[in-house]
């Protein structure tokens, strides 16, 4: 190498170390909500829903508990350890390819709780339903939501019923809570993870969002998919009897698809997640419906895949966990922890080139789930 190749060199250095040090400035800034109205973006699962989490509710409610910002609450009682989680759905349309807001509400809740380590058990059931909704659909809703409950081993048990008046709702909108018994010695967390710690998902991703993005009917494209909307808790159970402790996180990737998971990890455990393009599975419909789109299907929501955080020794058992379950046929590693740049996620792009993978302000795809 020549001087003149040395001193580019090292101006590309200097200039990328400038760059991840105006980002970390960025992120160390106190949340702050700069809108003075609530827009779609902020439902999206990206940077604004974050501020607005982090500036809001957690400021108001804040406790260690709800400060630890995981897919549901792990709980010390005196009847033992608890997982605690709820979540709402307002998907549009009602109905899809492989799914409704029926199964979804189930499986969404029931996966919260697997995220968490626990055993799911007891789920409430809460409807908003608009004036005018046919009985019929909500009679096929709530099928699907007892055959998902069963599938899943999990009751509900409880719920409320709410209606309003015409042109004040879309339909019909559900919120469910759920608990599950964490009998497992495990804890895991976004802040688990460790350099040279392997990062996996259970399978394709991106399916969910693009089936119901083109169920909409607005894009005038036809494409043969479905919804991979399934309770993991099964999948689960199986990948934490291979792997135990040796498993560090576990996360649904649903709003913000894997893209959004890597980032909370990154950000919480100060590390860098490096994914390799290559290595992320991708069905050829979803790639090229959002080359179409104009979005990238790392961000794409998912309903039925999980991204797993492992110690490097537990890989290998992890991947044939996954691997020998139905829900998990196509696992795969797509990257690895490392020590530095901390906070950030950089993907090893098929060109041979890297780049930043940086949390979206909103998402391309509103109201998949």
Known sequence: MNTTQRAD????????????????KVRARR??????????????????????????????????????????????????????????????????????IGDLAVNGTVNDLAMCGARPLHLSASFILEEGFPVVDLQRVVASMAAAAQAAGVQI??????????????GCYVTTAGVGLLDRPLRLSASAARPGDVVLVSGPIGDHGITVMLARGELDISADIRSDTAALNGLTARLLDAAGAGVRLLRDATRGGVATIC??????????????????????????????????????????RLVAVVAPEHA??????????????????????????????????????????????????????
């Open 9 to 24: 060199r090292a101006g590309e250095t200097t200039r990328e170390q400038q760059v991840l040090a105006r980002i970390a």
């Open 31 to 100: 949340p702050k909500v700069r809108e003075e109205r609530i827009t779609l973006a902020h439902g999206a699962g990206g940077k604004a829903t974050h501020t607005l989490i982090e500036a809001v509710f957690v400021e108001a409610f804040r406790n260690p508990v709800l400060e630890q910002l995981e897919d549901g609450a792990s709980l010390d009682t005196e009847a033992g350890r608890l997982a605690f989680t709820t979540d709402s759905f307002v998907v549009s349309p009602l109905f899809f390819p492989g799914g409704n």
């Open 157 to 170: 048990v409880t719920g409320d019923t709410k209606v309003v008046e015409r042109g004040k709702a879309d």
């Open 263 to 304: 980032n909370e990890a990154a950000v919480a455990s100060q590390v860098a997640v490096v994914l390799d393009e290559k290595s992320v599975p991708v069905r050829p419909v979803v790639t090229g419906a959002a080359e179409l789109l104009g979005i990238d299907p790392l961000y794409v929501a998912c309903e039925g």
């Open 316 to 369: 290998d058992a992890a991947l044939a966990a996954l691997r020998a379950h139905p829900l998990g046929e196509g696992a795969t590693v797509i990257g690895a922890v490392r020590d530095d740049p901390p906070g950030l996620v950089l993907l090893r792009t098929s060109f041979g080139g890297t780049r930043v993978v940086d949390l979206l302000v909103g998402d391309p795809l509103p109201r998949i789930c």
